[in-house]
């Protein structure tokens, strides 16, 4: 897609901008070879590389995270500058990006797992309970309990528990405090044998007891290694208060040591230690060595006692036990937990990274790339855009139906990275660059040399991206936690109360890196502003800190959620869902000004929210748009989410309708009805039913064509529910 680079004031150039919500792809094999936060769908972000940039332009991410931005640039062919204080955003950017060989690094990974598994061939031995032979431990289950006055144990389960936070002893009726000190104990031990096909089961008997006691001693008395000194260490800030995002007995003692049992601490170590030894006498071994780094780091997160013991599905009791992960944003000892084979779990990793790099390698030879793709078939009585409905699709083998006629292929660069900014800016050499600092101070980057930017800044005080890649980065070689505790941590833009970090510092340093970006863009070119709306304080924070850099509001777009609790949206007062997409552009016309809304306005924006969707709203997708509309007026609400709660209850004019949303009250509907429209769901069905209908007989749309079309006619305050809008198109398919 050319852009269609005009500004809000008039000023005169060419590029096209991306103004409604899109069909989200799931993440590809590249971006599942490494655990990251807070990732967006990277076909979204790829639209907007596409719509704002074109070939051979820079586009820049200074909050870069996991490098999505940073790929999708290169992907279509752009040069990428990814900046992030975070030494693990730019660790992981790296490494999803390389084009090593799959195969290659498959066997060379195997036959390190397989000489470390030779150095201690007995850590995960079972006897088997069937021959009586050796069989291979793949999962054991650890329950936490209490030991009574009378020496019996209590299941430690935080969700049974008495009055008064009491534990009740099954065998002498005793009870004690959930506040004693408690220990973990195994309960259930998962084996393969060769005697059987499939996985076996027992109680952990004594040998297995003995062999855990052994280990545990053994682990206790290791000393001389780096990462271990990492994972001792207290993580405790400098004010003397640790980590924000810590629970359960994470917070009694702050450790990382603490997540992992002793046997996979073994393990880990020496796999660890084995890579350490491999050679890196030119760069193909370099690369190769730091994959194998990169790959027991993603191995970590399924190795560590943050894997909890799935029970229950949709409230029904399973009939075995499943493996969970650490989908929480936070450190924690769960009470009950897997202690999962960490050679079976970092076999299980390699093949998912050479799944990633094989993906890679697909980019450059062309199997997979982006094309521009069109819609251009009338429905109905609509008059399409010009040149159809445009979006970027992945390369299909074939469109035999023609349903979308595809306008351009765009061939992607193979990432050549700069080994530092002045190479890359000077030349045009390199098409990549990596920037580990703060993206408050760019002196690297010069003025106006950035033809776009894309960004998810960090969300107040949601997601401690720090204090969480600490269980990560305690395992790289060079890695000291202490200076990263002293050093990098009191850099990073958060909201965090133990480190007395709070709203007002956070925006000024919000400010501070828009206003770089501000210099380093280039005139009335564009920057795009995502992020998840969970709270408005926040959301203004961002707004105001653009503003007062210098940035005007070209538009915003509401991203509805791909999956939405079905059960919130019928509460009363949910919370909010979905994502913004806020683009600015940087022109001599900001002023920085920024206008609360009053009453009158906020009632005139619920009102046309009501008046252009004509049906009850859910409030967690109300929220948001009504945001949406606020913004387009170039007015920023209170902390709406509160304020919008009593503003709706106590209006006259706005109702609860149980069971389906807010809505006009009576009185509303006579105040308005001149203004509602049919009901958006009836519009929905009869604009579907027309793509349909202009389609070839015999052909079958997919998913991702019907919702790009619809979300391209019904956008703005008629953005409908991605959820309904897909469970309508499954209807009339």
């Known amino acids: 897609m050319e852009p269609t680079r005009t500004s809000k004031s008039g000023d005169n150039e060419t590029t096209m901008g991306f103004r409604r919500a899109l069909f989200p792809h799931t993440h590809s094999h590249q971006y ?21 940039s074109t070939t051979g332009e820079t586009v820049l991410d200074p909050f870069g995270g996991s490098g999505v931005t940073f790929s999708e640039a290169l992907h279509l062919n752009r040069r990428a500058v990814h900046v992030d204080l975070n030494p693990l955003s730019c660790f992981i950017t790296r490494n999803t990006n390389s084009l090593l060989d799959p195969s290659q690094f498959m066997k060379k990974g195997m036959a390190l ?13 079972t006897s088997c309970m069937n021959c009586q032979g050796t069989g291979e431990i793949t999962h054991i289950l650890w329950k936490d309990v209490i030991r009574c006055t009378n020496d019996h144990e209590i299941d430690y389960d935080g969700r049974k528990h008495g009055r008064k936070g009491e534990l009740t002893c099954k065998e002498c009726g005793k009870t004690m405090e959930r506040s004693t000190s408690r220990h973990s104990i195994p309960f259930l031990l998962y084996y393969r044998c060769s005697c059987s096909t499939g996985s076996l089961a027992k109680v952990p008997g004594e040998r297995d007891l003995h062999s855990i006691h052994d280990l545990q001693d053994a682990a206790a008395k290791m000393d001389g290694n780096v990462v271990l000194v990492n994972l001792r260490e207290l993580l405790i800030h400098d004010s003397g208060k640790p980590f ?6 994470m917070r009694d003692d702050p450790r990382l040591i603490n997540l992992f049992s002793s046997r996979n601490l073994i393990a880990l170590l020496m796999l660890h230690q084995e890579i350490n030894h491999l050679p890196e006498g030119d760069a193909l071994a370099s690369k190769t060595k730091e994959m194998m780094q990169f790959t027991l780091s993603s191995n970590l997160p399924q190795c560590s006692k943050m894997v909890w013991i799935i ?29 999962v084979n960490a050679f079976r779990s970092f076999q299980t990793r390699l093949k998912k990274i050479c799944r990633g790099l094989k993906h890679n390698r697909a980019w450059m030879e062309g199997s997979e790339a982006w094309s521009t793709v069109a819609w251009e078939m009338p429905v109905g009585n609509w008059h399409l855009p010009d040149g159809g409905i445009r979006w970027l699709g992945k390369k299909r083998p074939s469109n035999p139906a023609k349903l979308i006629k595809v306008l351009q292929e765009c061939k992607a660069s193979a990432p050549n990275i700069a080994p530092n900014a002045g190479a890359f800016f000077k030349t045009q050499e390199f098409n990549g660059l990596l920037l580990e600092r703060s993206s408050e101070s760019l002196p690297s980057v010069p003025t106006n040399s950035i033809d776009y930017i894309f960004t998810d800044p960090p969300y107040g005080d949601s997601l401690q991206y720090l204090e969480l890649s600490a269980f990560f980065l305690a395992w790289i ?16 833009i958060v909201v965090n109360r133990n480190q007395e970090k709070g709203l007002e510092q956070y925006q000024e340093e919000l400010t501070g890196v828009f206003r770089e970006c501000a210099r380093i863009l280039k005139k009335n070119h564009f920057m795009t502003v995502t992020f998840h709306n969970t709270d408005f304080k926040y959301r203004n924070c961002i707004f105001q800190s653009c503003m007062n850099a210098g940035f005007t509001l070209d538009h915003v777009v509401y991203q509805p959620p791909a999956r939405a609790s079905e059960k919130s949206l019928l509460h009363k007062f949910g919370s909010p869902t979905g994502d913004y997409l806020i683009t600015f552009q940087n022109n001599e016309h900001g002023t920085g000004e920024i206008h609360v809304a009053t009453e009158k306005e906020m009632e005139e924006v619920l009102a046309a929210v009501f008046a252009e969707r004509g049906e009850p709203v859910p409030f967690p997708y109300l929220l948001g748009l009504v945001d949406i509309g606020f913004l387009s007026m170039d007015l920023i609400p209170p902390p709406i989410d ?30 308005w009805k001149t203004r509602i429209k049919e009901p958006l769901s009836n519009r929905l069905e009869v604009f579907l039913q027309g793509c349909i209908a202009s389609i070839p007989e015999g052909t079958s749309p997919t998913m991702e064509v019907l919702v790009n079309v619809t979300f391209a006619r019904f956008n703005g305050l008629a953005t409908p529910s991605l959820e309904n809008l897909k469970r309508m198109v499954r209807s009339l398919t």
């Open 642 to 671: 509160r304020n919008l709660r009593g503003f709706l209850g106590d209006n006259p004019f706005f109702s609860w309708k149980e069971g389906h949303g807010w809505f006009f009250s009576d009185e509303g509907i006579k105040m």
């Open 477 to 492: 070689p060079s890695f000291s936690m202490r200076d990263y505790l002293n050093d990098r941590i009191p850099g990073e």
């Open 113 to 125: 797992l397989n000489r470390v598994k030779a150095k201690m061939p007995r850590l995960y031995e």
């Open 244 to 249: 924000l995002q810590l629970r359960h007995g």
């Open 311 to 339: 029970k229950k599905r949709k409230k029904e009791e399973l009939d075995r036990y499943e493996v969970g992960s650490w989908t929480h944003h936070f450190f924690w000892n769960p009470t009950e937990f897997f202690e």
């Open 32 to 52: 599942l070879m490494h655990k990251f936060w807070s990732r967006k769908p990277h076909n979204i972000i790829a639209n907007y590389i596409s719509s704002y």
